[in-house]
């Protein structure tokens, strides 16, 4: 069992920065494939960034060159900044855990576990 906390959300003006932080337990992070999704109001939860067990990383079209996924294998973290955000990348974010990798990795199926969520809101 994984368990996966996000934080860092917040109320941010466009063109503004926010950090998100996602907790993990278990003995074997820098294993696992670790994911951000999102999901805005009346729309489906879509893929945002993924990091392969610290190797290479994939950015959704939408936030490349704007958000930057990281892990620190030692504390167990994963991390989503995000620069210039635009009011459309309102939405909760979550962050997600694959045991094995599966593809397609931005599939949300990949994934095993996930986090309750963090409200981001970018106003205009």
């Known amino acids: 069992q994984v368990q996966l906390v996000e934080s860092g959300g917040g109320l941010v003006q466009a063109g503004g920065s926010l950090e998100l932080s996602c907790a993990a337990s278990g003995r074997t992070f820098s294993s696992y494939t670790m994911g951000w999704f999102r999901q805005a109001p009346g729309k489906e939860r879509e893929f945002v960034a993924l990091s392969r067990s610290g190797l290479s990383t994939y950015y959704a079209d939408s936030v490349k060159g704007r958000f930057t996924i990281s892990r620190d294998n030692s504390k167990n973290t994963l991390y989503l900044q995000m620069d210039s955000l635009k009011p459309d990348d309102t939405a909760v974010y979550y962050c997600?855990?694959?045991?094995?990798?599966?593809?397609?990795?931005?599939?949300?199926?990949?994934?095993?576990?996930w986090g309750q969520g963090t409200q981001v809101t970018v106003s205009s």
């Open positions: 997600a855990a694959a045991i094995a990798a599966r593809f397609p990795l931005s599939a949300r199926d990949s994934y095993d576990y």
